[in-house]
């Protein structure tokens, strides 16, 4: 029996043993191996440039192509506007000016007559004078005509001050025909980029003020994303250092990034900081740039980050995320 006993003692001492193996293993597999040193990690979201499109007339809204999620190319169609506004205003432009064109014509035949008529009353004003030298005209009749051709003359300077008013009319006509023109081309609105359509904001039917934006696009070419690194890691980050992108839903795929923008200023700092286990606590924003040619990266996406600042180590064999 004692035997037995001693036996029974050995196994389960034996068995506690490699229990206490095994688990040391586990956690030892289990645990997530520290950031290489040649790295520093950072997370954050996937943001890019957003264009806000918008009219810049106000209108009923008649057209909107732009579907949430769908690509666009640069100068393709998007939306537009009711035009008969512009339309109305280039119709009654041309009005006035073709008006003030006709005005301008019959004025300008009324001078050709005035200076025939002015012309006629200088020669018989000349002859006249001539006449009153040597007595045969009084002085009386010589002032008559003297009066008859100064009325040629004003008359004159009437038309053509007619003729000028005649010609602004038609320029302030042609000046509104070219705007009415303008505003029938901002009746439609095109693409500025070649991207995605984030939000679709406005329906057909509804009234549209200048300057409300409708779609709003995205240039997912490239992506951005701003991750935040300790003042102690600060000054190993430069400009252009190469960096790593991933995210969950392509997992074990790198995608290529750079450095391109370090904040000047800290962030999450409250107050002054005057302890040094406080400054190692302050994080500065990094922003890191990559190609996104196949547009997989979309805004929002949560996503990890390496930055490579010590080149001459390389990129290790594996990234992991740090606890």
């Known amino acids: 029996m004692r035997i037995q006993g001693r036996r029974l003692t050995v196994l389960v001492a034996v068995g506690l043993i490699l ?3 095994g688990s040391a293993v586990a956690f030892w597999r289990l645990q ?10 950072g997370s954050g979201r996937i943001e890019v440039d957003e264009v806000r499109v918008s009219f810049e007339l106000s209108g009923r809204l008649l057209q909107n192509h732009a579907l949430e999620g769908a690509p666009v190319r640069a100068g393709a169609p998007l939306a537009s506007i009711d035009p008969s506004d512009a339309r109305l205003l280039m119709n009654r432009a041309a009005a006035q000016r073709a008006a003030a064109g006709q005005t301008v014509a019959q004025v300008s035949s009324q001078i050709d007559l005035a200076r025939h008529h002015a012309a006629s009353a200088r020669a018989d004003l000349s002859r006249y004078e001539a006449l009153a030298r ?8 010589l002032d008559v005509v003297r009066n008859a051709h100064q009325a040629a003359v004003d008359q004159i300077s009437l038309l053509e001050a007619r003729r000028g008013e005649a010609v602004a009319q038609a320029e302030a006509a042609s000046q509104t025909l070219a705007l009415g023109r303008s505003q029938l081309v901002r009746t439609h609105i095109a693409s500025p980029i070649s991207g995605a359509v984030l939000e679709r904001l406005a329906e057909p039917g509804e009234v549209i003020v200048a300057g409300q934006p409708v779609v709003v696009l995205a ?3 490239r992506v951005r994303l701003r991750v935040f690194v300790r003042e102690p890691d600060l000054g190993k980050v430069r400009l252009g250092a190469p960096a790593k992108l991933r995210v969950d839903a392509f997992p074990g795929r790198d995608f290529a990034a750079r450095v391109a923008r370090v904040d000047a200023q800290a962030q999450f700092t409250p107050r002054d900081i005057h302890m040094q286990d406080e400054r190692g606590r302050t994080v500065y924003g990094v922003t890191l740039e990559a190609e996104n040619p196949d547009g997989l990266l979309k805004p929002g996406m949560p996503a990890d980050a390496w930055i490579l600042w010590d ?9 992991a995320v740090p606890e």
């Open 219 to 221: 240039n997912l070419s």
């Open 19 to 21: 229990v206490a193996a």
């Open 134 to 141: 040597e007595g045969y005209v009084t002085a009386q009749r």
């Open 311 to 319: 080149a001459s180590a390389g990129w290790p064999d594996r990234l």
């Open 32 to 41: 997530t191996a520290p950031a290489p040193a040649q790295v520093i990690y």
